[in-house]
């Protein structure tokens, strides 16, 4: 414990005894705390005023370099990281190139090989140029995304070796296509994207078929000049040519000039702009290729004017809504408008009892299995052949085949003079030949005489009972109703004068028809 401080005597400052008087006291307090003050007196003299604030500032800056260089220290840490991840990735993407390029380089090779094979010749073959493997590959790909079938990766591939794909190319790879516009819309996008370009070989042979305006006035001026001189007068030769129809529309449309791609631009414009002239002067430069793709479906129901009207319909369609930033020609998008137009008139028209555009084309698929299957067994297929061939069943295909059949009109005029129709060979299931006409006015005759033995009241009950007037045959309920008496009776009367036509002699003439 420490010692409590004694109270100093209250004695003047200033005197020397004062100052003895303390010096004992202090020697008289206990050691330990003298220490502490002392300690304490030091540590106040080493500490000068303001010191302590300067001390603490100097602190809070040491702090904020540390937190500096430590900053910068995490922050080098994390790009060295970065840069290792960002190494390892790259190498690794190398490699993985690298494998895809070995993988493709013996693609090729195995390609190569087996067009080699088929050719039988060995040229010297350079594997080194792995860049051209990589378009080849790279432009595979690109197909590959669009995900189209196999014939139109085959003509894009095809495309691409020689820069240009031909409309007609374009529809044997897809035969139906008219029947889904979208689909040509991708197809044509693709080809934009891959460069490839689709050609039509009928826009410079699309009118040989007519002469051009000026052609067919001369061929005219000489026909009515060796009419006239056979006699006749120019006005009835100019109507003997003009009788044809299709021909004075060939006339019509052939005066008409073709446009060029910048005027299709043009009139394209003026169409998206709402302008009907325009879409009118599209429609009318266009007429031609109606009529070249009409004479491609003559004998399939409907003739040619209403194929070409239909045609001219599909025409209008493609003019509102051609695209021209596309970059095509609107004959080439034209096309496939007609031919749907076309196709669905002929389907829908073309036959006395109409069938529905899914079952033409299921029809349409039938024939060419058939005719594949021809080809394959040298003999028609049965139809058990071709719904193995087809993935359906048997009485489906049956189906199919007998709706396909088609009608033929009775009138239809048969023979090199037209005398005759069709109907008149054709046989009469409900009429009576002559040998049983004569039998059958026999038997007529005999009911008739055997019928006399009977009283009226009796005849005219069995005649209406067994229906002899050419009548059905009437129920009792009915025959009672006529002579106002039960069917009891009726029945009673019936069996009496049967028994009577039984015994009597004449009734063996009526046993005889019976043998």
Known sequence: MVAKKKALPKVGSGSRRNKKIRAKVRKNQPQPLKKKVKILKKKAKLVPKGSLKRFGNKVKLAQRKVAKITSRANKVVKKTKKALVSKKTKVKAKLKKITKLKIKAEKKADIVEETVKEVIIEPELDLTGGEEIEEIQS????????????????????????????????????PVAEDSIELL???????????????????????QTTASASDIETKKAKKTKKSVKKGL???????????????MYLKEIGQIALLKKHEEVALAKRVSAGDKMASKQLAEANLRLVVSIAKKYIGRG????????EGNIGLMKAVEKFDYKRGFK??????????????????????????????????????????????????????????????????????????????????????????????????????????????????KSDISSVLHLL?????????????????????????????????ERIRQIEAKALAKLKKSKDSKKLKDYLE
């Open 185 to 207: 819309d991708k197809i044509y996008e693709a080809f934009l994207d891959l460069g490839v370009e689709v050609v039509d070989l009928r826009d410079d042979l699309i009118w």
């Open 455 to 487: 009283t009226p009241r009796e005849q005219k009950i069995l005649k209406m009972r067994f229906g002899l007037e050419g009548e059905w045959a009437h129920t009792l309920e009915e025959v009672g109703k006529e002579f106002g008496v039960t069917r």
């Open 330 to 443: 609107f004959s080439t998008y034209a096309t496939w408008w007609i031919k749907q137009a076309i196709t669905r008139a002929i389907a829908d028209q073309a036959r006395t009892i109409r069938i529905p555009v899914h079952m033409v084309e299921t029809m349409n698929r039938l024939a060419r299995t058939q005719r594949q299957l021809v080809q394959e067994l040298g003999r028609p297929p049965s139809p058990e052949e071709i719904a193995n061939e087809m993935g359906l069943e048997v009485e489906k295909v049956n189906h199919i085949l007998k709706i396909s059949q088609e009608t033929v009109s009775l009138e239809k005029s048969v023979g090199d003079e037209d005398d005759s129709l069709l109907g008149d060979f054709i046989k009469d299931e409900d009429s009576l030949t002559p040998d049983e006409q004569s039998a059958q006015d026999l038997l």
């Open 139 to 174: 432009f595979k790909d690109k197909i590959k995304k669009y995900k189209f079938p196999p014939e139109v990766e085959h003509l894009l591939l095809k495309g691409q070796d020689q820069n240009f794909v031909t409309q007609q190319e374009l529809s044997q790879a897809i």
């Open 233 to 247: 007068s120019s006005s009835e030769a100019t109507e003997a040519i003009g009788e044809d129809s299709v021909r």
């Open 302 to 309: 409907l003739s040619l004017l209403d194929l070409i009207q």
